[in-house]
Every structure is written in C-alpha cells, then in structure tokens.
Antibody
Framework: QVHLVQSGAEVKKPGASVKVSCKAS????????LSWVRQAPGQGLEWMGW????????TYGPNFHARVTLSTDTFTSTAYMELRSLGFDDTAVYYC??????????????WGQGTLVTVAS | DIVLTQTPLSSPVTLGQPASISCRSS???????????LSWLQQRPGQPPRLLIY???NRFSGVPDRFSGGGAGTDFTLKISRVETEDVGVYYC?????????FGQGTKLEI
C-alpha cells in the first residue's frame, strides 16, 4: 500500500527558510517521480516542481526556480522541498504527489496529507 | 508554459442530475509518446486532492463509474452522470504533458 507521509506544520518568520519532508513507502522509490504542489488559503493548486529520485533531475515552476530546492534521500525513501526567503504569501499547504517517470506510473496517483506552512512575524 | 482554463468556475447542481466541467488548454496536450496527460482531480474540503481520471478518460481505481472524462487535443470535459452529495468539492484539471505541469483554476461543485 502506497503512503506519502509529510512532516508537520511549521511557523516561520519572513525571510526564513522551510524544509518539508515527504516519506514514501509501499513502492520502489526510484521508479516514480515526485511533484510538489502548494495551495494558499482559499486558493487553487499551484505546481512548484518535480524530481526524479533515480537520477536527481529536477525542474521547477516559473514562480519558484530561484527559491526552491527539491532533493531526495534514496536510502530513507524521503523527498524534501526547501523554500527560501519566505514571504507572507508563502503561507500555504504544501503537498507532495507521486508522478510517473516516462510511461511508468500515473501523475498525481498518490498524495501526501499536506503540510501547513505559516509565515508570520 | 501551458495554461488551463476551466469553465464554469462555480456550478450549482441538483442531486441526481448531471454535471459537466470543461477544461481548455492553451496548447495541444498530446505528448511525443502519443499519450495525452490530462487528468482530473477532486478536492473535498480539508482534504488533499484525489485523482479521478487520468490520460483524458481512464477512471482511477475506486472511482465511481458516474465520473467520465473525454476530449482531445486542447479541449476536455469531466462529466458526472448523476451528482451525489459526496461529489461536493472543487474539481481541477491538470496537465503533465509538458513541464512546468499546470492546473486549471478549479471548479466548485455546489448542491
């Protein structure tokens, strides 16, 4: 059974950084990609980026490539999303989601439970 | 970058009646591998998104058969044959044909 379990809620000050984890289980970690998606309060879904755990390839959304780093630890089957220089508008729920690599898997097939990041002074 | 435009943004529906949501892409979503990576997600209040339909018309495991997807190229539709109470939520189309992936704005289904 596939599970993506994310780290707990965070409260950060403006200008700080946050690192959210997403621990995968129930499947071969290197065989599927992982996307990160965020949702500001009352807003829609915003795609942040994608990582291939097999070779570490990453690609980022246009609003994030300067401030986000995606990484994985294949020994613990854990993915990480680090967001730097936080502003108030980064307050959101952050999700990881399992995606395909090439034609293996289905995009958005499994989602983490979400991690609330609150930016407050 | 590909922009997805959903209509309507809000859809009042009657239980037992059909509902339909449209998703239009700014570019063709046909991938070089021949597949079209257009999905539909449902998000109930307070929950993560849930995959309903992938590659235009494939119902994901456990999704009731009252949900169906169709379309091609740049125009896609999600249909619910008979709306039930549990279908209340926000529906998103998502494209994963090209990076950056993108979502439609969401359509709120209200009884």
């Amino acid at each position: 059974q596939v599970h993506l379990v994310q780290s707990g809620a965070e409260v950060k000050k403006p200008g700080a950084s946050v690192k959210v984890s997403c621990k995968a289980s129930g499947y071969t970690f290197n065989m599927y990609g992982l996307s990160w998606v965020r949702q500001a309060p009352g807003q829609g879904l915003e795609w942040m980026g994608w990582i291939n755990p097999y070779n570490g390839y990453t690609t980022y959304g246009p609003n994030f490539h300067a401030r986000v780093t995606l990484s994985t630890d294949t020994f613990t089957s854990t993915a990480y999303m680090e967001l730097r220089s936080l502003g108030f508008d980064d307050t959101a729920v952050y999700y990881c989601a399992r995606d395909r690599i090439d034609q293996i898997g289905i995009d958005g097939e499994h989602w983490g439970q979400g991690t609330l990041v609150t930016v407050a002074s | 970058d590909i922009v997805l435009t959903q209509t309507p943004l809000s859809s009042p529906v009657t239980l037992g009646q059909p509902a339909s949501i449209s998703c239009r892409s700014s570019q063709s979503l046909v991938h070089s591998d021949g597949n079209t990576y257009l999905s539909w997600l449902q998000q109930r209040p307070g929950q993560p998104p849930r995959l309903l339909i992938y590659k235009i018309s494939n119902r994901f495991s456990g999704v009731p058969d009252r949900f169906s997807g169709g379309g091609a190229g740049t125009d896609f539709t999600l249909k619910i044959s008979r709306v039930e109470t549990e279908d209340v939520g926000v529906y998103y189309c998502m494209q994963a044909t090209q990076f950056p992936h993108s979502f439609g704005q969401g359509t709120k289904l209200e009884i």
